[in-house]
């Protein structure tokens, strides 16, 4: 299993990205009063989407020079989730995490009837650890793609359904359905090492183990509003139980769709460098304010056409403080191509070797948003 630990609040988290292990798992169970309700939807989406919900295999292909033997090798299983069809029925689409295929070069996927295939990597997002397979065969006969819902209009309480591949490689739990309550919503900084740009993630007590990563966190009509990447096992005194997250839909789609057309995600960006500064939340004469500041500015961006500078410290974008370099990330991903966006920065002086001096000037700039990659 891979553990991975992560900070928040002083507290030290060990959180588990869900690739298959090589041992069994205890699973939590979490029954709720719906499930055993004449209204209970679940049978009905299980039947429904567990085709749809495939382990996948990802191998490394090596070569040994004394032996000049060629090998390839599983590294990581996982779930992926058939999102697309081809417009003839021919092949498709799948969405799984990146932290599944990272550092692999062989890919193939295993249906829920046994039907295996071959799979081509189409593209990845490794800020926010979501990738795109292509299969090229037809699916499984009477396997729909699940259709995607809106991670936006989640209210907590609301039924959550898991689907998954947990297990190991040769003792794996195919379509196992795990169920339960939507526990939270626009959760931060709940991150194993898998996220590099904002994501606030969804939290629910349907059980997930090793094995999900990938798969579908469903609503109660079936539509795919989350991707299962993580859970909260243990601190260095505690162990907990129930709380398993999810990459919500809504915050990925648009770079589904990217990589689905392109291979790969464009974010329209300042054209600067910027690394978190520590310092008062408000300015001072001789003290910087804690915010990001500019590392180096890109010539012919938007950044040096408005005027930013080397040294600058941002400190609000759009009326919003921020005060990291992860606080100017998440606030120009929200912002599209075109978007003019109004910045408030601290302009220091600083002598001729770089030490700072005294004083400052607080100054406005504004700037239009651009894809430059």
């Not at 060990?14 to 679940?42: C, Q």
């Not at 900084?189 to 969804?202: E, Q, T």
Request: hydrophobic share 40%; charged share 25%; net charge negative.
């Amino acid at each position: 299993m891979t553990i991975r630990t992560t900070f928040r609040r002083g507290i030290a988290i060990a959180a588990a990205l869900l690739m298959l292990t090589s041992f069994p798992v205890m699973a939590e169970e979490t029954t709720y009063d719906v499930i055993y309700s004449a209204s209970n939807p679940i049978p009905e989406i299980a039947a429904r989407c567990r085709p749809a919900i495939v382990q996948i295999t990802c191998s490394v292909e090596s070569w040994d020079p004394d032996t000049r033997q060629s090998s390839v090798d599983p590294k990581y299983y996982g779930s992926a989730t058939y999102i697309r069809a081809d417009e003839d029925g021919a092949g498709g689409y799948m969405l799984t995490n990146y932290h599944i295929v990272q550092d692999t070069d062989v890919f193939s996927a295993l249906w829920l009837d046994g039907t295996e295939m071959e799979l081509e990597l189409v593209g990845y997002d490794d800020g926010t650890d979501i990738a795109v397979l292509r299969f090229e065969d037809a699916a499984p006969e009477g396997t729909e793609p699940i259709p995607i819902g809106d991670s936006d209009a989640l209210q907590i309480g609301e039924l959550a359904i898991c689907i998954g591949n947990p297990g190991a490689s040769r003792e794996v739990l195919y379509g196992t359905v795990t169920a339960g309550i939507i526990s939270g919503l626009q959760r931060e900084d709940i991150n194993a090492g898998n996220f590099h740009r904002s994501i606030n993630v969804i939290q629910t007590d349907a059980p997930i183990n090793s094995g999900n990563s990938g798969g579908a966190l469903l609503n109660a009509r079936g539509e795919l509003v989350g991707i299962p990447t993580l859970k909260m096992g243990l601190t260095y005194n505690d162990v907990f139980e129930g709380l398993s997250f999810c990459i919500p839909i809504s915050a990925v789609r648009e770079y589904i769709d990217q990589l689905i057309d392109n291979g790969n995600v464009v974010r329209p960006r300042m054209g600067v460098s910027v690394a978190s500064i520590d310092g008062p939340d408000e300015a001072m004469r001789r003290f910087p304010p804690c915010g990001a500041q500019v590392m180096s500015v890109e010539p012919d961006t938007p950044a040096e056409k408005a005027g930013i500078q080397v040294n600058d410290v941002i400190t609000e974008i759009e009326g919003v403080r921020v005060r990291s370099a992860s606080d100017v990330i998440a606030a120009i991903d929200k912002f599209s191509a075109g978007d003019t966006v109004k910045l408030k920065i601290y302009r220091y002086n600083y002598d001729d070797d770089g030490n700072l001096t005294s004083g400052y000037t607080e100054e406005e700039v504004e700037l239009e948003l651009k894809i430059l990659d």
